[in-house]
């Protein structure tokens, strides 16, 4: 994670590009961390991702490995570590960022100036790491004055302001807490105690600003001063004291005047991209979909679920081809967990004698495998998070060996797995033109003495759910066609004639391992391909607009683009038919 953040730095990221590092190599160290979630750097430049970036960093980075040193000898490599990073382009003072870079490479190079002042005898020996946590604890107090501007208006703190020649002054936040200041409460150093000590109290501070208003008052041609009612909370605020410090009558009347009934609230400061009172929708407007260059000729199965949700971000995943990718994860989401479990069981198919073995048989295959896989795709020291949910998986996998050995019993044998259709192949005729299919089927199992077959999907969710309540709403309507679409893409791979649709759940509960078929007649049939029908035929029409409100679930990778639960996004009331504009 720390590697990773290094990389994001934007000057780090410059630098890399003038070592002739580019391309898109940040999204395959992203792709990569999601992928295998290491926690070290370990073994790294051996996997088959772009790693010169890795190169390059250990190489910027090899003197500060060393052993600990005396605090002022390190104070070059530091300085060359800066120079290396933030000097490999002119820098102009007179443009930002250029000028506040240099200003904080100056702030810096003063502190190692200090540290190489440090008497002999009191230098302290540090990591490099430690040292530069030193220098970053110094400097990130300072602070770095913007570039003058002559027609700005001049801000000044309280005790500047009597020093100050303008004729004209207005003081802000003139309020009891801020003028005077009081401190009471103070744990080591109350105020009775400040006062036994004869340092700074109270009465002192008073005095103080008391003799700042009064040379204010005296020595300015305009002077207005402005105490709060309330807070930005809304909280009651009090008026300086020192407002109060004039004869009875004139005291009253700033009393009466303060405390009176407030006025009505001002209209807020209007700033850019805030909602407005009376406003009805953003002014964001989510992006339109484009007429596509070509007309697309082939679909997945498992895209007509998305289209099914929302032709939008159907429109942005698959055709746009847009995806989100970052290195947060700290442990395998779902779709990891799935795919970890599809490795493993891809295995069994390739070993027909283990498959139709005894129990005790498959499990220990599989637990080889798991083992064998773990360690490909995490290293020999995977992550805590990692290991937990590996023996989440090995309990499931032990539970399907039960399940493998009583359908292997049935003269149920594995004919194929991972099985593609080939190109081309796999269709469904639309029109009278052809939509070809594409997918990976998981599993399609032959029972040996009556020739039926059995499509099976793989699920690992934490929950069993059967192929009807995945696929249709209870109403009866289609929101995912990839099981019944699976009868079309058999045909790709030679398969003719009627079969089978079920799951191979492996959900937390481990007694509910097992197959639940689907059980659809033909008119289900029939209804599932309608569906698809339509669907193919919006999407070549490129009916990709609007986007879905509410959104479907799971579909917080677009939530931005989409505006999901933005206040009043300017679709609501656009015309919805006809596609794009």
């Not at 490099?128 to 501007?149: A, N």
């Not at 208006?153 to 207005?170: R, T, Y």
């Not at 208003?213 to 709060?228: D, F, N, Q, W």
């Amino acid at each position: 994670s720390a590697f990773a953040a290094l990389l994001r730095h934007p000057w780090v990221n410059d630098w890399l590009a003038a070592q002739g590092i580019t391309g898109d190599w940040l999204s395959e160290i992203d792709r990569y961390r999601a992928e295998h979630l290491p926690h070290t750097l370990d073994g790294f430049s051996a996997l088959p991702v772009r790693y010169t970036a890795y190169q390059a960093i250990e190489s910027l980075c090899r003197e500060l490995r060393d052993k600990p040193r005396l605090l002022a000898e390190w104070t070059q490599p530091i300085l060359e570590l800066v120079v290396k990073v933030f000097g490999h382009a002119p820098l102009n003072t007179d443009i930002e960022p250029d000028r506040t870079v240099l200003a904080s490479c100056n702030k810096i190079r003063e502190v190692l100036d200090e540290y190489r002042q440090v008497p002999a005898e009191l230098m302290p020996s540090l990591q490099s790491t430690e040292v530069m946590r030193l220098v970053l604890r110094q400097v990130d107090g300072e602070t770095i004055p913007p570039p003058p501007d002559h027609g700005a208006i001049e801000i000044l703190g309280w005790l500047e302001l009597a020093l100050d020649d303008a004729p004209a002054l207005v003081v802000t936040g003139f309020n009891e807490g801020n003028v005077p200041a009081s401190l009471n409460s103070d744990l080591f150093l109350p105020n009775q105690l400040r006062r036994e000590l004869d340092i700074e109290d109270n009465d002192r501070r008073y005095a103080r600003d008391a003799y700042t208003l009064s040379v204010l008052a005296a020595s300015k041609e305009y002077l207005r001063l402005i105490a709060g009612r309330r807070s930005a909370d809304g909280d009651p605020l009090l008026p300086s004291r020192l407002l109060f410090t004039c004869d009875d009558p004139t005291m009253a009347k700033r009393v009466m005047a303060f405390f009176s009934a407030e006025p009505a609230s001002l209209a807020g400061a209007i700033i850019l991209g805030k909602l407005q009172a009376g406003q009805e929708q953003s002014r964001l407007e989510v992006p339109r979909p484009k007429r596509l260059a070509a007309p697309i000729a082939s679909m997945r199965v498992t895209e007509f679920k998305d289209y099914l949700g929302c032709p939008y971000r159907y429109y942005l995943r698959h055709v746009l081809k847009l995806e989100s990718l970052d290195d947060s994860a700290q442990e395998l989401d779902g779709a990891a967990f799935g795919s970890l479990a599809h490795e493993v069981l891809h295995t069994l198919g390739k070993d027909p004698e283990v498959a139709a073995g005894k129990a005790d048989v498959i499990g220990k295959y599989l637990e080889a495998q798991l083992a064998a896989v773990v360690r490909s795709h995490f290293g020999k020291s995977p992550m805590p998070s990692i290991l937990v949910q590996v023996e989440q998986l090995r309990r499931r996998l032990a539970a399907l060996a039960q399940w493998q050995a009583a359908w292997a019993a049935q003269g149920w044998r594995i004919e194929h797995v991972e099985v593609s259709p080939t190109e081309g192949k796999a269709s469904l005729d639309v029109d009278g033109q052809p939509m070809f299919l594409r997918g990976r089927i998981d599993r399609i199992d032959v029972q040996e003495s009556t020739g039926k077959r059995m499509i099976f999907d793989y699920k690992t969710s934490d929950g069993a759910k059967s192929p009807e309540k995945a696929h249709r709403k209870k109403s009866g309507e289609w929101i995912d066609l990839q099981l019944p679409l699976y009868r079309h893409l058999v045909a790709g791979i030679g398969i003719e004639g009627p079969v089978e649709l079920a799951y191979i759940n492996l959900p937390k509960d481990i007694s509910a391992v097992g197959h639940l078929a689907a059980g659809w007649t033909q008119a289900d049939f029939d209804d599932a391909d309608q569906t698809a029908t339509d669907v193919i035929r919006r999407v070549r029409a490129e009916e990709f607009w609007p986007p879905t409100n509410p959104p479907p679930v799971f579909s917080e990778e677009f939530a931005a683009i989409c505006q999901d639960d933005r206040f009043a996004t300017a679709i609501a009331d656009e015309e919805t038919e006809g596609g794009n504009p």
